[in-house]
């Protein structure tokens, strides 16, 4: 078996890998609310919102684990011209790692699935969308812009919702196009003909799926590799990859090679979009040169971390070299990640009920007044999350001389105290975004500020959270404690 710490390494090779991604993007939306009543309309529940948010979803989930894992991905896909359209290319173009190709077909209705949510639970999905097949014009168009970024990719993956981008023949031109120019084809497979994508590398059905495609009964590990075997002989594979839920996956190889892998994950909270997930660290693993089995085993520690977060969430790198490490991602250097990672963290916490805190400050050289500021702070909620400025940050508020410390040391240093759960780097002058992005309940700041002083009180007050002053230490700050060493 591969070993664990060359893995590790191989998440590395996956930044910059160059991977096409092809496939029906739509919009997911998220509607979050509370129920204490019965309609008395309908024996149906009242559903009082309270926030909203959207995301790219189907292929453009896809993208979105390429982006997290570090790839550069390149995105061809159809929207309509309507408002969840111009809403997909919008949430495109806020990834400028994205190199997007978005066409527009007139009349079409751009695929979007609302879920609703009370008290953790979903209470509904409801889909508006368009199956047709794209027409012959912009089927076209699609095929020109694929082959001009084929060029320059190291694996394509065709991601099929069946929403009408890949519909017959289009799936079989792009993988012929490929193959033409050497190129490695992952596919995402939809329906139960799958001689559509015939050639490729390989496909990825979950077991359903597997069954649905080949009406072979998939139970048990023989029967899985029976079915899988079906599919390489009759469609031309190099392999099938099939994600078996709690069972894990299985990988079965044309040449004969058979891996079933163990499930990875600790906690499933929500298994949707875990599928984009496989095929995105398949397709940049094997961009970056890893043979079909790291790429599996890689792709089984993604899905193992997004099946443990709520809604169509993705793996980013660093998590996967902390799951390859059995490193929990509250406890030592891991709790240091970045912003957008620490906001899926945070929304986990809080669908488990949790109160989340947030406090700031450069703790250049940690001092009692900060073990005692982040002491309460802890004490205010039941997670603690730290923005901690940048080395240029600090250097522009306190002046050339400082930070003593780098912002790498002063990270660890707060990530080893039990009262932080992580810590969140941020480059700006003050943490306005940061506080933004994660929406703390509690926001923590020292009692020489007053609440109406404080960055981010009015705006954590506006989502119904609270501003806690906490008291100081007399004498304690790092300032004085550089006059010391000074001799001052």
């Known amino acids: 078996m591969t070993e664990?710490?060359?893995?590790?390494?191989?998440?590395?090779?996956?930044?910059?890998?160059?991977?096409?991604?092809?496939?029906?993007?739509?919009?997911d939306r998220f509607v979050y609310?509370?129920?204490?009543?019965?309609?008395?309309?309908?024996?149906?529940?009242?559903?009082?919102i309270e926030r909203e948010m959207a995301m790219l979803g189907g292929a453009g989930n896809v993208v979105r684990n390429l982006v997290a894992l570090g790839a550069a991905p390149a995105f061809v896909s159809v929207v309509g011209d309507d408002?969840?359209?111009?809403e997909v290319t919008r949430l495109v173009g806020e990834h400028g790692e994205i190199d997007p190709c978005i066409v527009v077909e007139p009349g079409r209705q751009t695929t979007i699935k609302?879920?609703?949510?009370?008290?953790?639970?979903?209470?509904?999905?409801?889909d508006r969308e368009s199956r047709a097949a794209i027409g012959d014009a912009i089927r076209a168009q699609l095929l020109v812009r694929v082959e001009r970024l084929l060029a320059k990719a190291g694996v394509m993956v065709l991601s099929d919702y069946g929403k009408g981008v890949l519909a017959d023949p289009v799936a079989a031109q792009l993988i012929a196009k490929a193959?033409?120019?050497?190129?490695?084809?992952?596919?995402?497979?939809?329906?139960?003909?799958?001689?559509?994508?015939?050639?490729?590398?390989?496909?990825?059905?979950?077991?359903?799926?597997?069954?649905?495609?080949?009406?072979?009964?998939?139970?048990?590990?023989?029967?899985?590799?029976?079915?899988?075997r079906h599919l390489i002989d009759t469609c031309q594979f190099e392999a099938v990859l099939v994600t078996r839920s709690q069972d894990g996956m299985s990988l079965i190889q044309a040449d004969g090679q058979i891996h079933h892998l163990p499930a990875e994950a600790r906690e499933v909270f929500d298994v949707s979009g875990a599928g984009d997930t496989v095929v995105a660290t398949l397709a940049a693993a094997l961009a970056s040169g890893a043979s079909l089995l790291e790429g599996a085993l890689l792709a089984n520690v993604a899905a193992g971390i997004v099946v443990g977060k709520v809604g169509t969430a993705v793996a980013y790198g660093e998590e996967v070299v902390a799951?390859?490490?059995?490193?929990?991602l509250t406890a030592g250097e891991s709790k240091i990640i970045p912003a957008q990672p620490a906001a899926e963290m945070v929304d986990r916490w809080r669908r488990k009920?949790?109160?989340?805190?947030?406090?700031?400050?450069?703790?250049?050289?940690?001092?009692?007044?900060?073990?005692?500021?982040l002491a309460q702070a802890r004490a205010a909620c039941d997670r603690l999350v730290v923005g901690l400025n940048s080395d240029a940050s600090v250097q522009r508020l306190k002046g050339p001389t400082r930070p003593v410390q780098s912002e790498a040391s002063r990270a660890t240093v707060l990530s080893s105290l039990s009262t932080v759960d992580l810590v969140v780097i941020f480059g700006e002058d003050t943490p306005l975004e940061m506080i933004k992005t994660l929406k703390p309940d509690v926001l923590i700041k020292g009692a020489d500020y007053t609440v109406d002083k404080v960055v981010g009180a009015a705006e954590?007050?506006?989502?119904?959270?609270?501003?806690?002053?906490?008291?100081l230490v007399d004498g304690q700050s790092t300032t004085n404690t550089i006059k010391k060493m000074n001799g001052h």
């Not at 509370?34 to 309908?42: G, M």
Request: glycine fraction near 10%.
């Open 83 to 86: 408002l969840a359209g111009r």
């Open 4 to 27: 664990l710490s060359a893995l590790a390494d191989r998440v590395e090779l996956l930044r910059g890998t160059s991977v096409l991604c092809v496939g029906d993007a739509m919009l």
């Open 114 to 126: 609302t879920r609703f949510f009370a008290s953790h639970q979903q209470l509904l999905r409801a």
């Open 460 to 471: 954590v007050q506006s989502w119904g959270g609270k501003v806690v002053l906490a008291e």
């Open 323 to 328: 799951a390859l490490h059995h490193e929990d």
């Open 33 to 48: 609310g509370s129920v204490d009543r019965i309609s008395p309309e309908a024996p149906i529940p009242v559903l009082f």
């Open 353 to 373: 009920g949790l109160k989340v805190g947030f406090t700031n400050g450069c703790f250049d050289l940690l001092h009692p007044g900060h073990v005692s500021i």
């Open 179 to 228: 193959k033409g120019l050497g190129k490695a084809v992952v596919v995402d497979p939809k329906g139960t003909d799958y001689t559509i994508y015939a050639g490729a590398t390989v496909v990825t059905p979950n077991r359903k799926e597997l069954f649905e495609a080949t009406a072979m009964p998939v139970n048990g590990d023989d029967e899985v590799v029976a079915a899988a």
